[in-house]
């Protein structure tokens, strides 16, 4: 009998670094699983000179950033290339955090017979109901981390953020929008993997949700309660949408009190959640 193996899916910023507590976790209960690079990011990115040493501000606002050039079908592509070695194995599960939903989308979209099971862990799920600008939105912390914003993106061709501040009122916002739960160490720490640059270049018409394709495959929503980042109502819409339009094909829910980022530093209830996956998908 196949075991699935797990592909694990950043969100924007991050690396797969991010996963690694999630890895060690999943490793220790006999399972098979790798986190995913996304183009651009971890041993790919390129960090502005700016963001070195010291840094210099003004070469952090002006530096011109190479994800320009990524986009949407990048990203499909590098995922698409992981699925077609990791299906040698057996069956796969792709797992996506917060933008990686836009992903995990875009994938099923495009290479349906390639996945197995997708799990979304408070992640985005628009679908062609789904309005651009949910007020559910609305209740959104993450206006909270706007000071860290080290670049006009017009100027550099990319989002940028500064994830090394030192600032306290910067800090306390990244704590209370993202990891309120958590401790300042566990924040720091968590800022650490964080890459400077994201890609502005999304196709939202790829990564919206197609019933005939992606509405195939079996899913999981794993809904942080405590998340502040991307609030509670907007995962119930996410959910809410993508079974209106699939539904003799419906998310399977389950809940883990956790803050926008804890369930990856504290991985136990969220393994949880992947056992149970592993059982269904043989």
């Known amino acids: 009998m196949s075991t699935p193996t797990f592909l694990l899916v950043p969100g924007a910023f991050c690396n797969a670094a991010c996963w690694g507590p999630a890895l060690r976790e999943l490793a220790l209960r006999g399972h098979r699983a790798l986190a995913v690079d996304l183009p651009g990011h971890g041993f790919d990115a390129a960090i502005p000179w700016g963001y070195l ?14 994800m320009n050039t990524i986009g949407t079908g990048d990203d499909v592509a590098a995922v698409t290339a992981l699925l077609r070695r990791a299906r040698e194995h057996g069956p ?3 797992v996506g955090a917060s933008r990686a939903g836009l992903t995990l989308n875009a994938v099923g979209n495009a290479e349906p017979g390639l996945v197995d099971h997708l799990v979304y862990a408070s992640a985005h799920c628009p679908v062609p109901r789904t309005p651009a600008n949910p007020p559910e939105m609305e209740a959104s912390l993450l206006h909270l981390a706007e000071g860290i914003a080290a670049a006009n993106p017009a100027d550099v061709g990319a989002l940028r953020m500064n994830w090394r501040t030192a600032d306290p009122d910067h800090l306390l916002g990244l704590q209370t929008a993202l990891l309120a739960d958590g401790t300042r160490a566990e924040l720091l720490a968590y800022l650490h993997t964080q ?10 018409g790829a990564a919206t949700a197609d019933g005939r394709t992606w509405g195939t495959i079996p ?14 109502p907007m995962q119930d819409r996410y959910i809410a949408d993508a079974d209106a339009l699939t539904p003799d094909n419906r998310f399977d829910v389950h809940d883990i009190a956790s803050s926008h980022l804890r369930f990856q530093i504290h991985p136990g209830a969220f393994a949880d959640v992947l056992d149970g996956v592993a059982a269904r998908v043989r």
């Open 92 to 94: 796969t599960v792709l």
């Open 53 to 66: 040493g010291e840094q210099d501000a003004v070469a952090l606002a002006t530096e011109s950033s190479p």
């Open 195 to 204: 890459d400077p640059d994201e890609s502005l270049n999304v196709d939202m």
């Open 219 to 232: 899913r999981t929503y794993v809904r942080l309660t405590e998340d502040r980042a991307l609030p509670l």
